[in-house]
């Protein structure tokens, strides 16, 4: 039995709307990590997003039909109104940089454009490969980087002019690496749902090579690896001292739905939609702590 209707959730998820909502709170978590108020960056992280995700599906139509063949359908029947809600959605999110952030915030907001387009088209000057995608752990490491980056800096560009936040370089950094380790393991959760289709087109992803069960441990590692970097930059003074314990009901939830994927009653196709909602529950969780902590970063 479904809670939410087809249609809607078709065209929530294939819109790429949820992921851009996850995306305001990655932008929230990060901007609370380098102790910057929350600004222009939450609605530029959306609408850059939802443009740049829309264009990947539209160029990968006939490459993704068969690991995304329910997204491809929906998609397919929409090419124009696709085409036209991206271009809208880039060009606005532009504008909120330039007019909020200048250029550093506008080079940041084309980075996840510039890297798309090497990851999807064929731009690539090799003659063994053409397009980043093809390219095994390449793959992976280009998609978490371009996620990571702005989602940690954009925020810092747009309050960059305001002296007290002179200081959050530093916890931005360690956000971007947060969000890095992040994106990587909703990655390879999103290659072990394509495994089949993957391994038929010769797609070298981490669950085509090494096997879906030492993907899972590699998961499991990088889990450890992302929260142990927040807690040492806690205990070093460069984000606050709640953080660890703020993100770590989100590091357990990512790591059940790694764990349920090779569960044969579960749908992997609902996980790892529930993993791209692993950003709604940082956010929760960073609200919640640091209300509980108080100004000074200490329990209170």
Known sequence: MRIVPPRLYSAVVHSSVFLG???????????????IAPN????????????????DKLADLDADAENYAERTAFVASHPQVYAACSVVAVAVA????????????????????????????PLVPLSSVDRLKD??????????????????????????TAPEYAAGAAGAAVAALWFF?????????????????DARNGIETLPTVVGVRRTQLGLYGLELVSLGLVWAASWVGVVPAWAPVALLPSVAYSTWITHALT???????????????????????????ASVAGPAGAFV
Do not use: Q
Not at 141 to 157: D, G, H, R, Y
Not at 267 to 288: H, P, Y
């Open 21 to 35: 909502a996850s995306t305001i709170a990655e932008v929230f978590v990060a901007s609370a990590l380098a102790g």
């Open 263 to 289: 569960g044969s009653d579960r749908s992997v196709e609902r996980l790892c939609t529930l993993r791209d909602g692993e950003g709604v529950l940082m956010a929760v969780g960073v609200a919640v702590v």
């Open 181 to 197: 380790f992040r994106s990587a393991i909703s990655v390879e959760v999103h290659n072990v749902r394509d495994v089949t289709g």
């Open 40 to 55: 222009a960056a939450l609605v530029v992280g959306f609408l850059i997003t939802v443009g740049v995700y829309n264009f």
């Open 94 to 121: 532009i504008w909120l940089a330039v007019r909020h952030g200048g250029v550093y915030a506008l080079g940041l907001t084309l980075f996840p454009g510039v890297v798309a387009a090497f990851y999807s088209v």
């Open 135 to 160: 390219v095994f752990l390449v793959n992976t490491a280009t998609v978490s980087l371009a996620w990571a980056v702005p989602v940690a800096f954009i925020p810092l560009a747009v309050a960059a």
